[in-house]
């Protein structure tokens, strides 16, 4: 019995002759407030033959692009980025741009994206027939009614669905 006693009376001691605490002062979060976020990109896709624009979430302040080696003049414009290609990009070309974007508190973005040549003479498809009990001698199949002139290079089917397609057909130029 003596030792819990003693033991009671010793931890007491110290517990009243302990250091007292002290504030070391106010914790300060300095990044309340600021732009902690990369630039996020919403679109990228060719506007003409030799220029393509990236779309993205917030202002951009600066930006670097190339193709490659090759250094391309990037412009931002606001939320946009707008990169002019060395020569023309046919639809049935794809080209492979390295696009590095920075906000106005630092923040940066790098994105590598492969870009086909804008087509702006896609003719009024029809999707005319479709055989989905294909065989070996006798595939799946599509048919395609042209409604108008125009040009079918870049034109896409996909078999699924657009961003998740079981297999795609990628029409070359005529």
Known sequence: ???????TIIMSCMLLTG??????????????GKD????VLF???ASNEITVTARFDESVHACS????????KAVPSGREVHITLLQKLLPSEQLNIALRVEDRAGNTTSIEKDISGKNS???????NE???RGTKSQPDRIELRVLSDGDLAGITVYDGMYLNPFRSIHLPPL
């Open 121 to 127: 003479r896609i003719p009024r498809l029809l999707l």
């Open 36 to 39: 902690r976020q990369s630039p």
């Open 130 to 132: 479709f055989s989905i």
């Open 1 to 7: 019995m003596s030792r819990y006693l003693i033991s």
């Open 43 to 45: 679109s990228f896709e």
């Open 65 to 72: 692009a190339y193709a490659g080696d090759e250094k391309l």
């Open 19 to 32: 250091c007292p605490v002290t504030s070391q002062g106010s914790i300060e979060n300095f990044f309340i």
